[in-house]
């Protein structure tokens, strides 16, 4: 399986993006689909996840809960992460990641693929 991530940028504080992950060869099939971030200096961070069923099979870290939401078309074989209400401490490069299916959401060395990165900055 190989990711794409997309739709990052720069962006004003308040402002919104909307990231995109699909697949360039592959499909999620059945797994969890996750998203995770690396502020430069910082260590990776946990951002979201998603079920295969979606809507109420998300999990969001508590930093990002209530601004961004995660969704998921599997007929498109595309997960997208809608980001509102940006803060500057949200400027980090996002990756999104399939999980393996069985272990933490939470830990990076539960996700066997990962799409290359995505820019997002915000601007104070």
């Known amino acids: 399986v190989q990711l794409q991530a997309s739709g990052g940028g720069l962006v004003q504080a308040g402002g919104s993006l909307r990231l995109s992950c699909t697949t360039s060869?592959?499909?999620?099939?059945?797994?969890?689909v996750g998203w995770f971030r690396r502020a430069q200096g910082k260590e990776q961070e946990f951002v979201a996840v998603?079920?295969?069923?979606?809507?109420?099979?998300?999990y969001y870290a508590d930093s990002v809960k209530g601004r961004f939401a995660l969704s998921r078309d599997n007929a498109k074989n595309t997960v997208t992460l809608e980001m509102n209400n940006l803060k500057p401490e949200d400027t980090a490069v996002y990756y999104c990641?399939?999980?393996?299916?069985?272990?933490?959401?939470?830990?990076?060395?539960?996700?066997?693929?990962w799409g290359q990165g995505t820019q997002v900055t915000v601007s104070s």
């Open positions: 998603i079920n295969r069923s979606g809507g109420s099979s998300t």
């Open positions: 990641a399939v999980h393996r299916g069985t272990g933490s959401y939470y830990s990076p060395s539960r996700y066997n693929y």
């Open positions: 060869v592959g499909t999620f099939g059945y797994s969890p």
